[in-house]
């Protein structure tokens, strides 16, 4: 079970990771994940396909694309999801409470290398080698 301190630790330790208001957390002037409460609008959209919303604190993350999003979802529908608001944007909504704390740093790991500076990203990916 994850926290939003745990978000927060991960992002602190990269390089440019910075939580630019309370919780949301950013490379430079790039969102990369954010608290993203439900919405009236996302809740209609629950029930009108007869689906409990899910309840608790739920993050938004930056993937890289689409197919990740969809992937995430597929492979751990209880962890991960979306909603008619994303539709046709790389982010992915998770129930904070279902993600393990390695899976939260591999995502926010991955959010960070999609949205940070390409030579920043080389940096970090020699030193990791």
């Not at 992002?11 to 440019?16: D, F, Y």
């Not at 939580?19 to 954010?34: D, N, T």
């Not at 909504?93 to 740093?105: T, Y």
């Not at 995502?107 to 020699?126: G, N, S, T």
């Amino acid at each position: 079970m994850a926290t939003w301190d745990d978000v927060a630790s991960v992002v602190g330790v990269l390089p440019l990771g910075e939580e630019s208001s309370p919780r949301e957390w950013r490379v430079g002037k790039k969102l990369i994940a954010w608290e993203r409460p439900l919405r009236k609008s996302d809740h209609e959209a629950f029930t009108a396909l007869g689906i409990d919303p899910p309840r608790g604190d739920i993050l938004g993350v930056r993937v890289s694309d689409e197919g990740v999003k969809f992937a995430l979802i597929a492979d751990e529908p209880d962890v991960y999801f979306t909603t008619p608001h994303f539709d046709g944007y790389p982010a992915v909504l998770v129930r904070l409470a279902e993600i393990g704390e390695p899976e939260l740093r591999e995502l926010i790991v991955d959010a960070w290398l999609a949205q940070a500076p390409k030579r920043l990203v080389q940096e970090f990916l020699d030193d990791t080698k």
